[in-house]
């Protein structure tokens, strides 16, 4: 990180923060708005190295404000009864258990999909709402991918590192509580294409997340988790997907 006085660190990092909070959202929102109404068979694929590009830059100018072990590492929150209540034992038994249990989860799922119709048609209903922006081929796929794995990334680093630094140390100073929950609503913000029920969700998401990351001390384990929820789509839509099948038909 270059050299810079204390107040123009403080209002390049405000910067940012209007930037996830607002003109990422409100930007987002129209562009997905036009987007839907494209016919171009390219347009998934044009959205996810879109969204690849936001994701790394939006990061690689936090990146520019703070150091590497301020981004990565939990910031020491002024809370005693936040440590007290989350003790290292407790959080390695929570990441283990969660990652578990999605991870089983997914296998039963994906058994369940090869043996009933019902299943299926769950499936196709929890995504009904995102189903546009699903994979619908083999490269569509592994884009989909590279967008999970920079997801899992950078938008830890950016609404976790950053925006909790943000929020707890520099310049703010907030209660542990204050900071998780701002940090979790602007990430939901962040999410504004899925409606107001995904932007709740993620919301929610955002703060377990948040609270597992200075739970930890580290990054490690939100990005662990992120990145599977994350992929878990992908592990669950049928193979004849890939074959360039509907999505609706595979599930069908």
Same mark, same amino acid.
């Not at 930007?27 to 879109?50: A, G, H, N, Q, V």
């Not at 680093?157 to 707890?168: K, M």
């Given at each position: *990180? %270059? =050299? *810079?006085?204390? &107040?123009?660190? &403080?209002?390049? *990092?405000?910067?940012?923060?209007? $930037?996830?909070?607002?003109?990422?959202?409100?930007?987002?929102?129209?562009?997905?708005?036009?987007w839907r109404l494209s016919t171009d068979p390219e347009k998934r694929i044009r959205l996810y190295r879109l969204t690849i590009v936001w994701l790394w830059s939006a990061t690689l100018c936090a990146a520019f404000l703070l150091p590497p072990h301020a981004l990565f590492y939990a910031p020491q929150y002024n809370s005693a009864w936040f440590s007290s209540t989350f003790p290292?034992?407790?959080?390695?038994?929570?990441?283990?258990? /969660?990652?578990?249990?999605?991870?089983?989860?997914? $296998?039963?799922?994906?058994?369940?999909?090869?043996? !009933?119709?019902?299943?299926? !048609?769950?499936? +196709?209903?929890? %995504?009904?709402?995102?189903?546009?922006?699903? =994979? +619908? &081929?083999?490269?569509?796929? +592994?884009?989909?991918?590279?967008?999970?794995?920079?997801?899992?990334?950078?938008?830890?680093?950016? @609404?976790?590192?950053?925006?909790?630094? @943000?929020?707890?140390?520099? =310049?703010? +100073?907030?209660?542990?509580?204050?900071?998780?929950?701002?940090?979790? /609503?602007?990430?939901?913000? /962040?999410?504004?294409?899925?409606?107001?029920?995904?932007?709740?969700?993620?919301?929610?998401?955002?703060?377990?997340?948040?609270?597992?990351?200075?739970?930890?001390?580290?990054?490690?384990? =939100? *990005?662990?988790?992120?990145?599977?929820?994350?992929?878990?789509?992908?592990?669950? %839509?049928?193979?004849?997907?890939?074959? /360039?099948?509907? $999505?609706?038909?595979?599930?069908?």
């Amino acid at each position: *990180m %270059l =050299p *810079m006085s204390t &107040s123009t660190t &403080s209002v390049l *990092m405000t910067g940012l923060v209007a $930037i996830l909070a607002g003109v990422f959202p409100v930007w987002d929102y129209f562009y997905i708005k036009r987007w839907r109404l494209s016919t171009d068979p390219e347009k998934r694929i044009r959205l996810y190295r879109l969204t690849i590009v936001w994701l790394w830059s939006a990061t690689l100018c936090a990146a520019f404000l703070l150091p590497p072990h301020a981004l990565f590492y939990a910031p020491q929150y002024n809370s005693a009864w936040f440590s007290s209540t989350f003790p290292r034992s407790t959080v390695v038994g929570l990441v283990v258990g /969660g990652v578990g249990g999605l991870l089983v989860s997914i $296998i039963m799922y994906r058994r369940a999909l090869k043996t !009933s119709s019902r299943a299926g !048609s769950k499936l +196709q209903h929890k %995504l009904a709402k995102i189903r546009i922006y699903l =994979p +619908q &081929s083999a490269r569509e796929r +592994q884009w989909f991918a590279a967008v999970c794995l920079s997801a899992g990334f950078c938008e830890e680093l950016l @609404y976790r590192g950053f925006l909790l630094h @943000y929020a707890l140390v520099f =310049p703010w +100073q907030l209660k542990v509580w204050a900071g998780l929950l701002a940090a979790s /609503g602007i990430f939901g913000l /962040g999410h504004v294409y899925q409606g107001f029920a995904g932007i709740l969700q993620t919301a929610a998401v955002g703060l377990l997340l948040g609270v597992l990351f200075l739970a930890t001390g580290s990054l490690l384990a =939100p *990005m662990v988790l992120h990145t599977l929820i994350d992929l878990r789509i992908l592990m669950l %839509l049928p193979k004849a997907v890939e074959s /360039g099948v509907p $999505i609706e038909t595979a599930l069908g």
